[in-house]
Structures are given as C-alpha cells and as structure tokens.
C-alpha cells in the first residue's frame, strides 16, 4: 500500500464566520442568498464543485448559481454552508419564514454539555473550598 492511499481526508470543522443579517435579508431569493453565501466564502466555484463538492461539474454549477437559477440540490445545503464557512442561506431562510435570529441559538453538542456540566460543577466545589477556608480562617462570607 502507498503512503498516499494511507492519508485520511478528514474535513476540520470550523467557526462559521459571521454574516450581517441587515445583509441577508436584502437579497430577495434563495438563489442570491446562495451566491451572497459563495461571495462571502472568498472561494471560487471550482472549491464548490467535484468529488467533494456539491454537484459533479462546472456546468452544473454555473447552470444552479447563474441566472438560469436551476434547483440547488437541497440535500447538499448544509455541505455547502460548510464549504463556504458561513450560513448566509440558513439566514436567509429564518427571514423569509419571518424568524427573528437573535433568538435563536444552536444547541449544546454531547461534548459541550458535558465541558459546561464539568466547570459548573467544578465552580461549585471552588465554591465550597471558598466557604470552608473562610470558616476556617475565622471569616464568615
């Protein structure tokens, strides 16, 4: 086997840049929040298209991006997103469906749960330590 085909393609997740939502909510369809969410991206189209991509080829890309407006594949939206490095389409989507976005908040992984629950509760020991030196050191909190 060669080194080559022991290299493992492992996509490294990201913080999802920050869109202004002033921005978003001006593009009036689902197509211009898809090329604003490109724009935004700094990538050019080859990035979005192939074997890891969205669609197969460039023809199919510029035929979905373009202003023949063919149907992006709705299944690759979140792959997409990813590849763009921001959500200006999931944005985009909450506004036309009348949902305020600063209301909303991704929900806590298994992994940050777990990180939150350990500090609150290693918080509340610190806490108890806190009490007892004081006690012990004759204060009262």
């Not at 060669?2 to 490294?12: H, I, S």
């Not at 035929?63 to 690759?76: E, T, V």
Request: one cysteine or more; a positive charge; glycine letters at 4%.
């Amino acid at each position: 086997m060669k080194r080559d085909e022991l290299t493992l393609d492992l996509p490294l997740a990201q913080q999802a840049q920050q869109v202004d939502f002033q921005l978003v909510a001006r593009q009036q369809t689902m197509t211009k929040a898809l090329q604003l969410c490109q724009t935004l991206s700094g990538k050019d189209d080859a990035q979005f298209y192939g074997p890891k991509g969205i669609v197969k080829d460039q023809a199919q890309w510029s035929r979905i991006m373009g202003p023949s407006s063919h149907n992006f594949p709705h299944d690759k939206l979140n792959l997409f997103m990813d590849l763009a490095g921001n959500e200006a389409p999931l944005l985009w989507m909450l506004h036309a469906r009348g949902y305020d976005p600063a209301s909303l908040r991704k929900m806590e992984s298994a992994t940050e749960r777990r990180l939150r629950l350990t500090e609150e509760a290693l918080a509340a020991e610190r806490n108890k330590v806190q009490v007892l030196t004081n006690a012990l050191n004759g204060r009262t909190s």
